[in-house]
């Protein structure tokens, strides 16, 4: 049985949701780790402290995932929103021919 086009773009939305849920979590317990607002005399100071800078990785990996996520999200919403308004002006061309 397959899934009507409508439910399936539904879980989607749904899982990117949830994604986007998961990135902010994660992205907050990173940022949790690092000391905030960074300033440039600390970073200097601890420029070899490994577990800084790996958390500072993490904070970059989790926002990039996050902005990813969004944009997917919105190109997703956006393509909903303007289907049925593409379909109105074909209807309309056709009507007019």
Not at 38 to 51: F, S
Not at 68 to 86: E, F, H, I, K, N
């Amino acid at each position: 049985m397959t899934i009507p086009p409508l439910v399936a773009e539904q879980r989607h939305l749904a899982g990117l949701l949830e994604a986007i849920q998961r990135c902010v979590y994660f992205l907050q317990a990173s940022r949790a780790k690092a000391p905030w607002p960074l300033q440039p005399e600390e970073l200097a100071a601890r420029y070899k402290e490994i577990a800084l800078f790996e958390t500072l990785a993490a904070m970059n990996e989790r926002f990039a995932k996050l902005q990813d996520t969004l944009g997917a999200y919105r190109a997703l919403v956006q393509s909903s929103v303007q289907a049925p308004s593409a379909q109105r002006r074909r209807k309309r061309r056709s009507a007019k021919r």
